[in-house]
């Protein structure tokens, strides 16, 4: 559950922090005063990489990392959040846009337990490639501003970049 979570950390404005091992949701006792709080030694436990769980949440963070190299305007364009309660917060989704000049990539975000479709009306009509999965994901053809209904499925995101 922790796949929408870094989703929306690393394709948001500003630089990405991950710390000592939050990709996979490491929670280590801090004390709430004292050396305890600085000296304290909590390390990384690797093995973490490797197991059931650890491997999905390796990938999907080195395919995130690929994208923010990719695409500039991830990194260094502008940021837009639709704020739209009855279309998407009202069912656990979040969508911002990435986008400077002529490129534009959508994040939709679905923190819900349950798969979403909601409406979207891209502002630049063409090809938008679907970056973590592809294939049947992308959207051909996008006329802008027509509605397109897009699937996003639970605890997971989707992120859509115009060709």
Known sequence: ML????????MSKGIPMLW???EFAE??????????RVSLLRPMRWDF???????????????LLRIRRRRDHIRQGTYFFFNDWDR??????LLFARYAATQYTLVAINFSDTGRTVPFWFPMGGDYVEELHGGA??????LSFRRVDLDIPSHYGRIWTLM
Request: aromatic content about 16%; hydrophobic content about 40%; overall charge negative.
């Open 3 to 10: 796949q929408p979570y870094l989703i929306g950390l690393l």
């Open 20 to 22: 000592q091992g939050e």
């Open 27 to 36: 929670n280590y006792f801090l004390p709430d005063f004292g050396m305890g």
């Open 49 to 63: 990489f490797y197991d059931e769980s650890g491997r999905p949440i390796v990938s999907l963070i080195r395919r």
């Open 88 to 93: 998407y917060q009202q069912f656990g989704v």
């Open 137 to 142: 994901l992308d959207l051909r053809n996008v």
